[in-house]
C-alpha cells in the first residue's frame, strides 16, 4: 500500500477483530496494529447484539463461499485463535439448519434459483416438498406451502462473542493493541488516507486504514469523500417461551429443530429454552443511531400471527425479553462493500453486510488482510464487492437477507 506498514483498523467488532487477527497471523505481514473502538464494551454494536446465525442459502456464490469458511473456522475456533495460554473459545456451533419456506409459485422459483447457485457453490442445501417438511418437522403446518430449502449442514447458530473475544485475544496475543477512541477524521497526503485523527486531537499514522466501523461506515467514508450507502436499520429480537413444546419433533436434525425462515419473512429458531424470533419491519427506515426502543407492536401484529399459522405449537407463546440491535444496512444493494476506492487509496472498506456479517466476519477479515498484504483478495476472489460498484451503479444484490 504505501511505506509505511503499520495499519489502523477504525472498529473493534467481529469484522475489526477478525482483521486484526489476520494480519498479525500473516507472517509476512511486518507492521503494527491499531484497533480503535469507541464502546469497547460493545453495549450497541451489530456483533453484541446479533441473533448470531450462520447460513449457506444465499443467491450470491461469494457470499455462499464466505458462508461455508465461516462454518469452517466456527467448528476449528480454538485450534485457529489458540495462544500460548491455550486454546481458543468453542463457539458452540449448533448445527442445525436453516428451513426456509415458500408458499407461492414465485417464492418457490426464487428458491430453486437460489438453491442452484448454493450447490454450484458448494452448500449442501435441499429442496423439499411439503410433505418432506411435515415428515422432518411435524409441528409444522405445510398445507399452504410449495417448497422448503433445508441445509443439512454448515448452518445453525453459534456464540457471537465467543467469535469476538476470541479474535481479539489471539489478535493481543501477536502483538495488535485495541485502543478506546473515536475516529473523527482522516490523515490524507493528496488522496491517499494515510492516518486517523482521535476525538482527543491525537494523530495515528498508517500505511492502511480500514473502515470497519458497522453502522458508521458511511460516516467514515465520508471522511475521506467516499459516497458508502451505509448506515443503521433497526431490528427487534424478541426471545419467547411455549405452553406447549414443538421439541418432540421427529427430526432429521439431529433432534432439533433449525432456524425456520417462513414465507412471511418471520424468522424463529431455538435459544436455550425457548426460541428467538423477529422480521424484517416494512417500512424500514434508516434510524438514528442512538434509537434503540423496541417496536412491541411488531410482535403482536406480525410475528405473533405468522408463527400461530405455521403451527399450533406457537399458538399459546409468552414473550421472556426483547433487544434491539442495528443492522449495517447498504442500501445499495445489500452486500459486503470491501476494499479501497480509487480516489481514496489507503482507505480499505469492509462494510454494509447488511446483517449477514458474523458468519462471514472470518472471511472478510482474511480478505482484509489479503488486500492489505497482496493488493487483492486471494483465498475466496471476492473482487465483485468492490466498493466502486457504487459509483459505477452495478449493483450486486443479495436476494436472499433476513
Ligand atoms: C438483530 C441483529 C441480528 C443479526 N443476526 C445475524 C445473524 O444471525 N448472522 C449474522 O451473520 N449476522 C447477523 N447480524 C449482523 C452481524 O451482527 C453484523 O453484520 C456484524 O456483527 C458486523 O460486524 P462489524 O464489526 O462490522 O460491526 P459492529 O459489531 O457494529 O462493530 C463496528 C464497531 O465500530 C465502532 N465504531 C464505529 N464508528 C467508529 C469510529 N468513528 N471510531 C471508533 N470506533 C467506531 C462501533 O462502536 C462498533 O463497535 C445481525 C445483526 C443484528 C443487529
Given at each position: 500500500?504505501?511505506?509505511?506498514?503499520?495499519?489502523?483498523?477504525?472498529?473493534?467488532?467481529?469484522?475489526?477483530?477478525s482483521?486484526?487477527?489476520?494480519?498479525?497471523?500473516?507472517?509476512?505481514?511486518?507492521?503494527?496494529?491499531?484497533?480503535?473502538?469507541?464502546?469497547?464494551?460493545?453495549?450497541?454494536?451489530?456483533?453484541?447484539?446479533?441473533?448470531?446465525?450462520?447460513?449457506?442459502?444465499?443467491?450470491?456464490?461469494?457470499?455462499?463461499?464466505?458462508?461455508?469458511?465461516?462454518?469452517?473456522?466456527?467448528?476449528?475456533?480454538?485450534?485457529?485463535?489458540?495462544?500460548?495460554?491455550?486454546?481458543?473459545?468453542?463457539?458452540?456451533?449448533?448445527?442445525?439448519?436453516?428451513?426456509?419456506?415458500?408458499?407461492?409459485?414465485?417464492?418457490?422459483?426464487?428458491?430453486?434459483?437460489?438453491h442452484?447457485?448454493?450447490?454450484?457453490?458448494?452448500?449442501?442445501?435441499?429442496?423439499?416438498?411439503?410433505?418432506?417438511?411435515?415428515?422432518?418437522?411435524?409441528?409444522?403446518?405445510?398445507?399452504?406451502?410449495?417448497?422448503g430449502?433445508?441445509?443439512?449442514?454448515?448452518?445453525?447458530?453459534?456464540?457471537?462473542?465467543?467469535?469476538?473475544?476470541?479474535?481479539?485475544?489471539?489478535?493481543?496475543?501477536?502483538?495488535?493493541?485495541?485502543?478506546?477512541?473515536?475516529?473523527?477524521?482522516?490523515?490524507?497526503?493528496?488522496?491517499?488516507?494515510?492516518?486517523?485523527?482521535?476525538?482527543?486531537?491525537?494523530?495515528?499514522?498508517?500505511?492502511?486504514?480500514?473502515?470497519?466501523?458497522?453502522?458508521?461506515?458511511g460516516?467514515?467514508?465520508?471522511?475521506?469523500?467516499?459516497?458508502?450507502p451505509?448506515?443503521?436499520?433497526?431490528?427487534?429480537?424478541?426471545?419467547?417461551?411455549?405452553?406447549?413444546?414443538?421439541?418432540?419433533?421427529?427430526?432429521?436434525?439431529?433432534?432439533?429443530?433449525?432456524?425456520?425462515?417462513?414465507?412471511s419473512?418471520?424468522?424463529?429458531?431455538?435459544?436455550?429454552?425457548?426460541?428467538?424470533?423477529?422480521?424484517?419491519?416494512?417500512?424500514?427506515?434508516?434510524?438514528?443511531?442512538?434509537?434503540?426502543?423496541?417496536?412491541?407492536?411488531?410482535?403482536?401484529?406480525?410475528?405473533?400471527?405468522?408463527?400461530?399459522?405455521?403451527?399450533?405449537?406457537?399458538?399459546?407463546?409468552?414473550?421472556?425479553?426483547?433487544?434491539?440491535?442495528?443492522?449495517?444496512?447498504?442500501?445499495?444493494?445489500?452486500?459486503?462493500?470491501?476494499?479501497a476506492?480509487?480516489?481514496a487509496?489507503?482507505?480499505?472498506?469492509?462494510?454494509?453486510?447488511?446483517?449477514?456479517?458474523?458468519?462471514?466476519?472470518?472471511?472478510?477479515?482474511?480478505?482484509?488482510?489479503?488486500?492489505?498484504?497482496?493488493?487483492?483478495?486471494r483465498?475466496?476472489?471476492?473482487?465483485?464487492?468492490?466498493?466502486?460498484?457504487?459509483?459505477?451503479?452495478?449493483?450486486?444484490?443479495?436476494?436472499?437477507?433476513?
Amino acid at each position: 500500500m504505501s511505506a509505511c506498514r503499520d495499519v489502523v483498523i477504525v472498529g473493534g467488532g467481529a469484522i475489526g477483530a477478525s482483521a486484526a487477527f489476520h494480519l498479525v497471523a500473516d507472517p509476512g505481514f511486518g507492521g503494527t496494529v491499531t484497533v480503535i473502538e469507541r464502546d469497547p464494551r460493545h453495549a450497541r454494536s451489530a456483533t453484541a447484539l446479533s441473533v448470531a446465525s450462520i447460513r449457506t442459502q444465499f443467491s450470491q456464490p461469494g457470499n455462499v463461499a464466505m458462508s461455508l469458511h465461516g462454518a469452517d473456522v466456527i467448528r476449528r475456533f480454538p485450534q485457529i485463535t489458540a495462544t500460548e495460554d491455550g486454546p481458543g473459545p468453542d463457539l458452540a456451533f449448533h448445527e442445525a439448519g436453516y428451513l426456509t419456506l415458500a408458499a407461492t409459485g414465485a417464492g418457490a422459483e426464487t428458491l430453486r434459483a437460489n438453491h442452484a447457485v448454493q450447490v454450484a457453490s458448494g452448500a449442501d442445501v435441499a429442496l423439499w416438498s411439503p410433505d418432506d417438511i411435515a415428515a422432518a418437522f411435524p409441528h409444522l403446518r405445510t398445507d399452504d406451502l410449495m417448497l422448503g430449502a433445508y441445509g443439512r449442514s454448515n448452518e445453525g447458530w453459534f456464540d457471537n462473542m465467543g467469535m469476538l473475544s476470541g479474535y481479539r485475544r489471539a489478535a493481543r496475543a501477536r502483538g495488535a493493541t485495541f485502543v478506546a477512541g473515536e475516529v473523527t477524521g482522516l490523515v490524507r497526503d493528496g488522496p491517499r488516507v494515510c492516518g486517523v485523527v482521535l476525538a482527543d486531537g491525537s494523530e495515528i499514522a498508517a500505511g492502511a486504514v480500514v473502515n470497519a466501523a458497522g453502522t458508521r461506515a458511511g460516516q467514515v467514508g465520508a471522511m475521506a469523500g467516499l459516497r458508502l450507502p451505509v448506515g443503521p436499520r433497526k431490528r427487534t429480537v424478541f426471545v419467547f417461551d411455549c405452553a406447549r413444546s414443538p421439541e418432540g419433533s421427529a427430526t432429521v436434525a439431529k433432534g432439533r429443530l433449525p432456524l425456520m425462515v417462513d414465507p412471511s419473512g418471520v424468522y424463529c429458531r431455538p435459544e436455550g429454552r425457548g426460541f428467538v424470533t423477529g422480521a424484517a419491519p416494512d417500512p424500514d427506515p434508516e434510524v438514528a443511531f442512538d434509537d434503540f426502543e423496541p417496536r412491541e407492536a411488531e410482535f403482536d401484529n406480525v410475528i405473533w400471527p405468522a408463527l400461530a399459522a405455521r403451527s399450533e405449537a406457537f399458538e399459546a407463546i409468552r414473550v421472556q425479553a426483547r433487544w434491539v440491535g442495528h443492522y449495517e444496512w447498504n442500501a445499495f444493494d445489500q452486500n459486503l462493500l470491501l476494499g479501497a476506492h480509487p480516489d481514496a487509496p489507503g482507505l480499505v472498506s469492509a462494510c454494509g453486510l447488511s446483517g449477514h456479517g458474523l458468519q462471514q466476519a472470518p472471511a472478510v477479515g482474511r480478505a482484509v488482510a489479503e488486500i492489505v498484504l497482496h493488493g487483492a483478495t486471494r483465498a475466496i476472489d471476492l473482487s465483485d464487492f468492490g466498493v466502486a460498484r457504487v459509483d459505477e451503479g452495478r449493483p450486486l444484490t443479495e436476494r436472499a437477507v433476513i
